[in-house]
């Protein structure tokens, strides 16, 4: 019984010197993995029980590994998106402090480093504050739009609220470019139509006229008749005027360029011209330097240009006075001239005259409707020119243009 005691109390006690070492053997396998998982330059530590664990863990590093790359990929992508994004994208917390600012926020609100700043610094309008508190208060969707006349912007704002931080993200809309072009269009039509209401005005008075007798009347029935036929003649020629004016707008006239020479093309605008500078009683001389490089142009349409620029120095010089037409090289190509010894233009009409419709008097001449210099503006821009004019008051004018060299 003694033996059997004896032989049973050393087999617990190898068993336990067993367990111990495992113990420790596990514990120092365990650091090891600490220390793996730590730093995965150290090599990772070798056993039957732990390399299952290690391969597991190892597993989870890879993906885990591969899911920040995309992540990392995914934010980068973000990142160029709102950096190169028109509209602005603020994104501030619930104290009103913006977090994150886009480029095209910072000056949509003309403000270098938004980011720490209040909203109320950034946005600086009492509309655009309102509609964010607004937001802060019932955490729905608030959109304001606001003019701010100091620096001549429209701006819209969309807030809406971020569920998670109790913050906002406001999105900044340019709308100013939207706006002026609403107001082109609005003021397109009524000019229009006022421009369409005059002559009509007059045809109906001169018809009821006649149908009141005057037809009958041997010496003003042809005199209204005539009449008539000036007032219909302006309508068409304002009709295609506009037409013209629209279709060079909106990109449709095709332009067919050529070489050509810029003292042909002053000279045959010259000669279109040559009986209605007679018949005002008004000189008209071509001025052209030699050796002058050929131009790229649409040669009728120029002409145009040409012709609409001398009718008006026809229009608006005195009988006795004089036309100059000239053409100079300049860098990059030539610049012609229409010059007149006419009535001239007020200085504050000179940036003016060549938007639609724009007279600087209409009492001053007679016949026109204000769209002569703006098409020919188009046509010069088309042909990727500038047109432009001075003018001393009393004592002439002069329009020049300038053309790209073939
Ligand atoms: N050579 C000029 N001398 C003085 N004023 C001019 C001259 N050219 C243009 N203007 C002014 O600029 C305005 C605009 O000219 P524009 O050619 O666009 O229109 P218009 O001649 O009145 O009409 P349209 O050309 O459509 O028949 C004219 O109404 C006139 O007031
Ligand atoms: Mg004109």
Known sequence: MNQLSYVFAVTLLLVAAWC?????DLKRSLRQVEQFMRDPQTPPPHSNEIDALIGVIESRRLAFNMEIKALQTENERLATVLEQLTDGVLIANADGRVQFANPAAGKLFGTDEPT???????VRSHQLIEAWKRCQQTRQIQIEAVEIPTRR???QIIVIPDMHEGGSLILVQDLTQVRKLETVRRDFISNVSHELRTPLASLKALTE???GGALADPEAGPRFLDRIHTEVDALTQMTQELLDLSRIESGQVQLNFESISPRKLLHASADRMKAQVERANLKLDVLCADGLPDIRADKGRLEQVLVNLIHNAV??????GRITLGAEAVPGGVRCAVQDTGI??????????????YRVDSSRTGSGTGLGLSISKH?????????WAESDEGRGSAF???VPAA
């Not at 111990?20 to 420790?24: A, E, F, Q």
């Not at 200085?347 to 639609?356: H, N, T, W």
């Not at 046509?379 to 047109?387: L, N, R």
């Open 153 to 155: 912007q429209h701006l």
């Open 20 to 24: 111990t070492w495992r113990y420790y």
């Open 315 to 320: 229009k608006f010089t005195k009988p006795g």
């Open 400 to 402: 020049f243009f300038k």
């Open 209 to 211: 006229t006649l149908q």
């Open 379 to 387: 046509i010069v821009e088309a042909h990727g020119g500038k047109i």
């Open 116 to 122: 720490h700043q209040s909203v109320a610094q950034v």
């Open 344 to 357: 001239g233009i007020p200085s504050e009409s000179l940036s003016r005259i060549f938007e639609r419709f």
